[in-house]
T-cell receptor, first 113, second 116 residues
Framework: KNQVEQSPQSLIILEGKNCTLQ??????????LRWYKQDTGRGPVSLTIMTFSENTKSNGRYTATLDADTKQSSLHITASQLSDSASYIC????????????FGDGTTLTVKP | DGGITQSPKYLFRKEGQNVTLSCEQNLNHDAMYWYRQDPGQGLRLIYY???????QKGDIAEGYSVSREKKESFPLTVTSAQKNPTAFYLC???????????????FGPGTRLTVL
């Protein structure tokens, strides 16, 4: 069964600190991996999308990495801000069934002043 | 939330009633999707459509129906057959379903459905 596991489930950090969120997946063959940010009660917003040939992608203070060999991805947030408080969702698409993506349960990040 | 609108934002219905959730996009995307989100769980795919007049069942299609008569619109009907319909419903769209960067999905603001 295709699965996406995210860790930690929740994380609390102080404003200005860095943090790294993890995503492990079993989807194979793999097509693309996406990271989204979801504020409470709102729709997810895309942060990065990486295909199997890419191993890093940045979007401002957000940097995603991908190791397709170990089926792991990470999202690194630099110099966190209060507005970074949200749920971060990892999504993986299957190569032959790209319409059906597998979503992780998300990591809830809280940034405190 | 980009060019995707969902209405209404909050919806209440009585048990046994069908209800239709609206989703419209002006991004000229070919593909559209419906997801359900329950507290503490990942998004689950209900239906998706790669092109007008065509759609495929997702992982939890039972009790739901859709139509895709126009490229811009992908309404979702929650029927009385859906046993536990209270949830947050999200609509999304993408340029295509190819397995590459064109798969990037853009989400609407969501509709929170509560069954009374």
């Amino acid at each position: 069964k295709n699965q996406v596991e995210q860790s930690p489930q929740s994380l609390i950090i102080l404003e200005g600190k860095n943090c790294t969120l993890q995503c492990n997946y079993t989807v194979s063959p793999f097509s693309n991996l996406r990271w989204y940010k979801q504020d409470t009660g709102r729709g997810p917003v895309s942060l990065t999308i990486m295909t199997f040939s890419e191993n890093t992608k940045s979007n401002g203070r957000y940097t995603a990495t991908l190791d397709a060999d170990t089926k792991q991805s990470s999202l690194h947030i630099t110099a966190s801000q209060l507005s970074d408080s949200a749920s971060y969702i990892c999504v993986v698409s299957h190569y032959t069934n790209a319409g059906k993506s597998t979503f992780g349960d998300g990591t809830t990040l809280t940034v405190k002043p | 939330d980009g060019g995707i609108t969902q209405s209404p934002k909050y919806l209440f219905r009585k048990e046994g009633q069908n209800v239709t959730l609206s989703c419209e996009q002006n991004l000229n995307h070919d593909a559209m999707y419906w997801y359900r989100q329950d507290p503490g769980q990942g998004l689950r795919l209900i239906y998706y459509s790669q092109i007008v007049n065509d759609f495929q069942k997702g992982d939890i299609a039972e009790g739901y129906s859709v139509s895709r008569e126009k490229k811009e619109s992908f309404p979702l009907t929650v029927t009385s057959a859906q046993k536990n319909p209270t949830a947050f419903y999200l609509c999304a769209s993408s340029w295509a379903v190819t397995g590459g960067a064109l798969d990037e999905q853009f989400f609407g603001p969501g509709t929170r459905l509560t069954v009374l």
